[in-house]
């Protein structure tokens, strides 16, 4: 059964649509909170990247650049 409240609008057409608006909101949140997870972590590991000095990447035989690269490789995929 259907009612109609005095907007003209459907009860279950408007809970329908809240519960999607919802769904949306709940996704990019959760996008969000994924995205700037992430970025903490890659930032962090660019930090502890960049605070090598050019004798500590020589004594590991590591190219800073290539580092960089793994990096954002191992964190976005």
Partial sequence: M?????????????????RNLAMI???????AR???AKRRQYNRLIAEIDSFSSRDLADMRADRSEMLYQVHKQVYG
């Fill in 2 to 18: 259907l009612r109609i409240d005095q907007g003209g609008t459907t009860c279950r057409a408007t809970m329908r649509h809240r």
């Fill in 25 to 31: 909101l709940d996704s990019l949140m959760s996008r």
């Fill in 34 to 36: 994924t995205s700037i």
